[in-house]
Structures are given as structure tokens and as C-alpha cells.
């Protein structure tokens, strides 16, 4: 089956660590037949949820006009969701945060996908990656039939372009074919 892969690159470093992850997990869902876009952030305006209560009081569409209707709806729609966060003390980026907190008006609908992680930090600690990965956890426990297939542990690289020859580029790359 073809499968639509959403790949949400939070890193604020574009062409970092995590966003050649990302890169390398594409170019493997492309090579196995599927269609696969990625959402570089920084380069969008999500505002804060700002707690209004109007889709969860309400039941209305969220009153903010920016970037994030766009990326709900791609969210909603892709069968393959990947999220790739560089570690900011000991947790996911603020950017990446940000977008889970704005899908509060439409996580309903945001059923039955499956979620790959994608970490990337300057330790070399698989253990010490386990927080941030209960924390996106904890935002797929909120969702309907969630299926976590795999985790890429960009795991001892600093510096921008560190990466590249680690295990993890083959890993993404393998992890993207198999979706
Ligand atoms: C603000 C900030 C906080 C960081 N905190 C941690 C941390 O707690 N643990 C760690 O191992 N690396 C930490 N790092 C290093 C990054 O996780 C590392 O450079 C990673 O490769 C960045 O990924 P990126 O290139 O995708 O942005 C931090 C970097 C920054 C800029």
C-alpha cells in the first residue's frame, strides 16, 4: 500500500542533525513506493495555544490564523507521521511542543496513524533519550489507535553535519523504506 508519510522537522537548525534524519527517512519511503512530505517548522508561524477554551468549550475551530491549519490537516490526513525533535535539556524543542499543543481543536481526528521518533542529542545515551520519548508518548496516549513503529537515536553528535557517517543516517534510511 501507498502510504502518505508527514515528516515534522522541529529542529531550528535546518539541514541540523535531525532534519538529514528526517531527509534520510524520506528518501527511504520514496524508495519503497510512498509519498512523503516534510514540514521544516521553523520556517512556519505557530503561535501558542493559548488555552481559549473555544474548540474545547466551543467545539469551534481554533480562533488563531497561522500556519498550523495547514499542518492539522496534513496531520489528519497522513497515514505515517514522523517527529523529529533535537534533545533541548533533556526534552523535545519548544517548536516541536508548540505544535502538539495547537492540535488540541482537531486530535480527535487524528486516528489510527503510525509515529516514528526522531531524536537527536549531543550525548551518546540511549537511556538518557527515554524522557523525551515518553513525553511524545504522552501526546499519542491522547489519540485514537496510535501505532509507534520505530526510533531513530541521532545519539553523540554536537555539531551541525555530525551526523552524517553515524549509524543512525542507515537507520532512518531503513526505518523509512520499511514503512
Ligand atoms: C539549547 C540547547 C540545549 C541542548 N540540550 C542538550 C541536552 O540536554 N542533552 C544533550 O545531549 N544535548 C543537548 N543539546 C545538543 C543538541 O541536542 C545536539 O546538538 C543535537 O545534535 C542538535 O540537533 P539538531 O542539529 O537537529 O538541531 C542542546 C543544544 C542546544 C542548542
Same mark, same amino acid.
Given at each position: 500500500?501507498?502510504k ?6 522541529s529542529?531550528?537548525? =535546518? ?7 528526517c531527509?534520510?527517512?524520506? $528518501?527511504? *519511503?520514496?524508495?519503497?513506493g510512498h509519498?512523503?512530505?516534510?514540514? %521544516?517548522?521553523?520556517? =512556519? !508561524?505557530?503561535?501558542y495555544?493559548?488555552? &481559549?477554551?473555544? &474548540?474545547?468549550?466551543?467545539?469551534? +475551530?481554533?480562533p488563531q490564523?497561522?500556519? @498550523?491549519?495547514?499542518?492539522l ?6 497515514? #505515517?507521521i514522523?517527529? *523529529?525533535?533535537?534533545i ?6 519548544g517548536? @516541536?511542543? /508548540?505544535?502538539i499543543?495547537?492540535?488540541? $481543536?482537531?486530535?480527535?481526528?487524528i486516528t489510527?496513524?503510525? %509515529?516514528y %521518533?526522531?531524536? /537527536? *542529542?549531543?550525548?551518546?545515551? !540511549?537511556?538518557? @533519550?527515554?524522557?523525551t ?8 496516549s &491522547?489519540? $485514537?489507535? +496510535? =501505532?509507534?513503529?520505530g526510533? #531513530?537515536?541521532?545519539?553523540g ?5 555530525e ?5 543512525a @543516517? =542507515?537507520? *532512518? %534510511?531503513?526505518?523509512g523504506i520499511?514503512?
Open positions: 500500500m501507498n502518505k508519510v508527514l515528516v515534522l522537522s529542529s531550528p537548525r =535546518k539541514g541540523g542533525n535531525s532534519d538529514v534524519l531527509d534520510q527517512f524520506i $528518501s527511504g *519511503a520514496q524508495e519503497a509519498q512523503a512530505e516534510k514540514i %521544516f517548522l521553523k520556517d =512556519k !508561524k505557530i503561535n495555544c493559548t488555552g &481559549c477554551g473555544t &474548540c474545547f468549550n466551543g467545539g469551534k +475551530p481554533c490564523k497561522d500556519d @498550523m491549519t495547514e499542518i490537516e496534513k496531520m489528519v490526513e497522513a497515514d #505515517v514522523v517527529m *523529529a525533535t533535537p533541548y535539556f533533556y526534552t523535545m524543542c517548536q @516541536m511542543k /508548540t505544535l499543543d495547537r492540535t488540541c $481543536s482537531r486530535y480527535t481526528e489510527n496513524k503510525e %509515529f %521518533f526522531i531524536v /537527536t *542529542a549531543a550525548v551518546n545515551s !540511549k537511556p538518557a @533519550m527515554q524522557r520519548l515518553e513525553e511524545f508518548r504522552g501526546f499519542t &491522547c489519540l $485514537s489507535g +496510535p =501505532k509507534e513503529k526510533v #531513530v537515536y541521532g545519539i553528535t554536537w555539531d551541525k553535519g551526523i552524517k557517517g553515524k549509524p @543516517m =542507515k537507520e *532512518a %534510511f531503513q526505518l520499511s514503512v
